[in-house]
Protein backbone atom coordinates (compact mmCIF):
# COMPACT_ATOMS: atom_id res chain seq x y z
CA UNK A 1 0.00 0.00 0.00
CA UNK A 2 2.62 2.78 1.05
CA UNK A 3 4.69 1.41 -2.15
CA UNK A 4 1.47 2.29 -4.17
CA UNK A 5 0.91 5.88 -2.65
CA UNK A 6 4.71 6.92 -3.00
CA UNK A 7 4.58 5.45 -6.55
CA UNK A 8 1.50 8.02 -7.01
CA UNK A 9 3.30 10.50 -4.97
CA UNK A 10 6.23 10.62 -8.14
CA UNK A 11 3.47 10.98 -10.21
CA UNK A 12 1.85 14.10 -8.96
CA UNK A 13 4.71 15.76 -8.10
CA UNK A 14 6.21 15.33 -12.20
CA UNK A 15 3.41 17.01 -13.51
CA UNK A 16 3.19 20.77 -14.70
CA UNK A 17 1.10 23.06 -12.67
CA UNK A 18 -1.78 22.88 -15.03
CA UNK A 19 -1.55 19.20 -15.10
CA UNK A 20 -1.91 19.29 -11.39
CA UNK A 21 -4.54 21.69 -11.26
CA UNK A 22 -6.55 19.52 -13.83
CA UNK A 23 -6.04 16.34 -11.67
CA UNK A 24 -7.12 18.11 -8.01
CA UNK A 25 -10.10 19.01 -10.15
CA UNK A 26 -11.67 16.11 -11.25
CA UNK A 27 -11.59 14.75 -7.18
CA UNK A 28 -12.42 18.39 -5.42
CA UNK A 29 -14.60 16.82 -2.80
CA UNK A 30 -15.15 20.68 -1.82
CA UNK A 31 -16.51 21.94 -5.28
CA UNK A 32 -20.39 22.43 -5.03
CA UNK A 33 -20.34 21.94 -1.28
CA UNK A 34 -21.98 24.90 0.63
CA UNK A 35 -19.40 25.68 3.19
CA UNK A 36 -18.92 27.91 6.47
CA UNK A 37 -15.38 30.75 6.19
CA UNK A 38 -14.08 31.16 9.36
CA UNK A 39 -12.49 34.76 9.90
CA UNK A 40 -10.50 33.62 13.17
CA UNK A 41 -11.50 30.11 13.89
CA UNK A 42 -13.88 27.56 14.53
CA UNK A 43 -13.98 28.11 18.00
CA UNK A 44 -14.70 31.37 17.15
CA UNK A 45 -17.87 33.37 17.00
CA UNK A 46 -17.05 36.40 14.08
CA UNK A 47 -19.49 38.60 12.69
CA UNK A 48 -17.23 38.51 9.45
CA UNK A 49 -18.37 34.71 9.21
CA UNK A 50 -20.61 33.92 6.53
CA UNK A 51 -21.77 30.86 3.92
CA UNK A 52 -20.80 29.88 1.21
CA UNK A 53 -20.58 27.71 -2.26
CA UNK A 54 -16.91 26.18 -3.18
CA UNK A 55 -16.55 27.00 -6.63
CA UNK A 56 -13.07 25.26 -7.32
CA UNK A 57 -9.36 26.78 -7.59
CA UNK A 58 -8.06 29.26 -9.20
CA UNK A 59 -4.69 28.42 -11.43
CA UNK A 60 -2.58 29.14 -8.71
CA UNK A 61 -4.43 26.80 -6.37
CA UNK A 62 -6.64 29.05 -4.55
CA UNK A 63 -9.98 28.33 -2.95
CA UNK A 64 -13.02 29.94 -5.00
CA UNK A 65 -16.40 30.75 -3.32
CA UNK A 66 -19.56 32.45 -3.83
CA UNK A 67 -21.61 33.85 -1.40
CA UNK A 68 -25.57 34.08 -1.18
CA UNK A 69 -25.72 37.45 -2.33
CA UNK A 70 -23.62 36.16 -5.78
CA UNK A 71 -20.58 37.59 -5.20
CA UNK A 72 -17.39 35.45 -6.07
CA UNK A 73 -14.47 35.94 -3.85
CA UNK A 74 -10.88 33.83 -3.87
CA UNK A 75 -9.96 33.07 -0.66
CA UNK A 76 -6.54 31.73 0.75
CA UNK A 77 -5.57 29.77 3.76
CA UNK A 78 -3.59 32.52 5.03
CA UNK A 79 -6.68 34.56 5.23
CA UNK A 80 -9.39 31.76 6.20
CA UNK A 81 -10.09 28.20 7.34
CA UNK A 82 -12.98 26.57 6.31
CA UNK A 83 -15.50 23.33 7.35
CA UNK A 84 -18.04 21.79 5.44
CA UNK A 85 -21.06 23.35 7.02
CA UNK A 86 -22.70 19.94 7.64
CA UNK A 87 -20.44 19.19 10.30
CA UNK A 88 -21.03 22.57 12.18
CA UNK A 89 -24.03 21.82 14.94
Avoid: N
Wanted: charged share 25%.
Amino acid sequence: VLAHICASLEELMSLSMADLLTEYAARDLLRGRRLRVHHTSREVDDPRDYDAIALGVTDSGLLRVTRASGEVLTLSGEEISISPHELLS
